[in-house]
């Protein structure tokens, strides 16, 4: 009885290990795709874009150019990699600014660009340069301002100030600096 209770199991395990063998592998293996959400696809691409914004009196208000763009019609927004925008002034004696990032949205809808990714802006003077370096920085090129939340650094031929926060009138070279000023002044 012993013997025959022990074939049994023998026969059955046979059974087993064959059923198991014959078996297609996805049977026994989870699915191991990984399901990956869809980035949006852009209405349209664009390689080496340059851009002129012409203000209503039909006076070039800024340039733009960057490496690459895609432009997604929900939203009415243009995202670029590089932007470069050169903001100019309509006053004869002021230089213009000079925005430089690694990434850009241009949001047609309320006429700002969004500059984020190691900003920096600058313009030359007759002393040298005044410099701007902040992570993100909202340009207006219909009032010629500019703005962020984040820290900044303004860096001119006379000194060094810090701030967190920063609203700029680029046309009238006045800079409201927001929270947590710190400046050192060069004398020359």
């Given at each position: 009885?012993?013997?025959?209770?022990?074939?049994?199991?023998?026969?059955?395990?046979?059974?087993?290990?064959?059923?198991?063998?014959?078996?297609?592998?996805?049977?026994?293996?989870?699915?191991?795709?990984?399901?990956?959400?869809?980035?949006?696809?852009?209405?349209?691409?664009?390689?080496?874009?340059?851009?002129?914004?012409?203000?209503?009196?039909?006076?070039?208000?800024?340039?733009?150019?960057?490496?690459?763009?895609?432009?997604?019609?929900?939203?009415?927004?243009?995202?670029?990699?590089?932007?470069?925008?050169?903001?100019?002034?309509?006053?004869?004696?002021?230089?213009?600014?000079?925005?430089?990032?690694?990434?850009?949205?241009?949001?047609?809808?309320?006429?700002?660009?969004?500059?984020?990714?190691?900003?920096?802006?600058?313009?030359?003077?007759?002393?040298?340069?005044?410099?701007?370096?902040?992570?993100?920085?909202?340009?207006?090129?219909d009032t010629n301002t500019a703005e962020t939340q984040?820290?900044?650094?303004?860096?001119?031929?006379?000194?060094?100030?810090?701030?967190?926060?920063?609203?700029?009138?680029?046309?009238?070279?006045?800079?409201?600096?927001?929270?947590?000023?710190?400046?050192?002044?060069?004398?020359?």
């Amino acid at each position: 009885m012993k013997n025959i209770v022990l074939l049994a199991l023998a026969a059955v395990a046979l059974l087993a290990f064959l059923t198991f063998w014959e078996s297609p592998p996805k049977l026994f293996i989870r699915d191991a795709r990984i399901l990956i959400p869809e980035s949006p696809k852009a209405d349209s691409y664009m390689r080496a874009t340059f851009t002129r914004k012409f203000d209503d009196a039909g006076i070039l208000s800024y340039t733009l150019d960057s490496s690459s763009g895609e432009y997604f019609k929900t939203g009415d927004r243009l995202e670029l990699q590089q932007p470069q925008l050169l903001a100019l002034s309509d006053a004869e004696n002021i230089q213009p600014w000079h925005l430089n990032a690694n990434k850009g949205v241009i949001f047609n809808t309320k006429n700002r660009v969004v500059m984020s990714g190691k900003v920096h802006a600058w313009q030359q003077v007759p002393a040298g340069k005044n410099q701007l370096r902040t992570p993100k920085l909202i340009f207006f090129p219909d009032t010629n301002t500019a703005e962020t939340q984040s820290r900044v650094a303004l860096t001119s031929p006379t000194g060094t100030t810090t701030a967190m926060g920063l609203k700029a009138n680029l046309q009238q070279q006045t800079y409201e600096l927001l929270s947590q000023v710190k400046s050192v002044h060069k004398p020359q």
